[in-house]
């Protein structure tokens, strides 16, 4: 079970609802007892967390439903299966990621041996977003508690009806002396901050991940931060348009754009866009409808502020597919903008929305320097049947992660880590990465304590040094 700790309720100050000194001190004292650490205690945890995303997947698809308007499958598919699979991949693997490892030794140091044991970090605080609640939430938290540490959960108060089911869910199936959440926003946020974590896991923009890690900073607390960028998606001549316009489609318009690694806009040459929007649009209808406003599959935005601010990136002369509005229901249209350029309005910030800008360039070579131009991105997406293509890619360019032919797909590989590189972010994590980013390889060195022994493998300095002049040092005689 979890201890939840919740926002005053209006018109009080809420000075005694979160001590966050207080809460921190709990966790490092439960920490001290060793209570996490057994193996025992970690599959309990991961256990308990995969089975209330089964029995519990109703009540969060009724609340990622009333946050981002998601539809039941797409909510078992991005958040809750996902993450189940997340977890199920790290139970099975569990027992060797965490065993310590023997580590070889140069010859001069035998027979001493040595190993590499992961030790868990303490007490780790996640910092969760709103456009993917559940799996944003969870994922860390499972990678954190599978290294044997203590968590408090800060969840997104942007969507609201999944941080209260978190807060409500959580305390029937992982431990309440290890795992906290605390609900609320930026003042309980800031807090937090206030306090000497031994990890921050942050996933968000970087605006407040800047705030996070000059917070962090004055504590010396290692940081994680998962961001996000404009995620190119370049397509090449020659390849099966058909198949990139409605993997494009997927990918962009899933959760209504809001995805951290959804394709933000494409680039390619002026024939290949030409031949790539009416393949778009047919795309948007065969997934949505005639009118996704009517469509259960299609999502809405997630708040007025971020209603706003996607609205007033679509000009209306570069429309060439969607563009409709209704900020009563904060849903904004499958949209297409051509003839932008780089200096566009859509261009200067991650777009977080469903709208595509379509970018002109003249080859592959163009498309690597105006890619490599901007901020390296947390994904880039190249549709290419072309090795040469693939090849400069991969050796041109920098992302987090570089997928060809499908976008958001190697989200769902836990074998793959998943992380941002530059502006896109800092760490890894999924599958073993995250045992690796919360835990600590401590090198151990076990030296026999025989006096002999010592003799003959720590010789007397003067010897040591008398040697290696003589053999390397010293001119030699004549």
Known sequence: MTQTIRPPAAGTDGRDQLDAARLVDELRGVFGTGVTKPLAWRTAQLTGLRRMLSEQESAFCEALDADLGKHSAESWITE??????????????????????????????????????????????????????????????????????AVVLKPSEVAPATSATLARLLPRYVDP??????????????????QPWDHIFFTGNGTVGR??????????????????????????????????ARR?????????????????????????LDALKPLLDKAIRDFYGEDPSQSDAYGRIVNDRHFGRISRLITEDHVVRGGGTDSESRYIEPTVLDGVDGDHLAMQEEIFGPILPLIEVS??????????????????????????????FIRDTSSGALTFNAPLVHMGA?????????????????????????????????????????????????????????????????
């Open 177 to 194: 002396a290890a795992v906290r959440v605390v609900e609320g926003g930026v003042r309980e946020t800031t807090e937090l901050l206030t």
């Open 80 to 149: 809750l299966g996902y993450t189940s699979n997340e977890i199920t991949h790290v139970l099975k693997q569990l027992k060797s990621w965490t065993r310590p490892r023997s580590a070889p030794l140069p010859i001069w140091m035998r027979p001493a041996r040595a190993k590499v044991v992961r030790e868990p970090l303490g007490v780790v605080l996640v910092i969760s977003p709103w456009n993917y609640p559940v799996q944003l939430a969870l994922t860390p938290i499972a990678g954190a508690l599978a290294a044997g540490n």
């Open 211 to 244: 705030v996070v890690l000059e917070a962090a900073a004055r504590h010396l607390t290692p940081v994680t931060l998962e961001l996000g960028g404009k995620s190119p998606a370049f397509v090449d001549e020659g390849v099966d348009l058909d198949t990139a």
């Open 248 to 272: 494009i489609v997927w990918g962009k318009y899933t959760n209504a754009g809001q995805t951290c690694v959804a394709p933000d806009y494409v680039i390619a040459t002026r024939p290949v």
């Open 414 to 478: 836990p074998s793959l880590p998943f992380g941002g590189v530059g502006a896109s972010g800092m760490g890894k994590y999924h599958g073993e990465e995250s045992i690796a980013l919360f835990s600590h390889a401590k090198p151990v060195l076990d030296v026999p304590a025989k006096p002999d022994l010592l003799a003959a493998i720590y010789p007397p300095f003067t010897s040591i040094k008398e040697t290696l002049v003589r053999r390397f040092i010293a001119p030699p005689r004549r």
């Open 363 to 392: 080859g592959v070579d163009a498309a690597v320097e105006f890619i490599g131009a901007r901020d390296k991105p947390l994904a880039l997406y190249v549709f290419t049947s072309r090795g040469e293509t693939k090849r400069r």
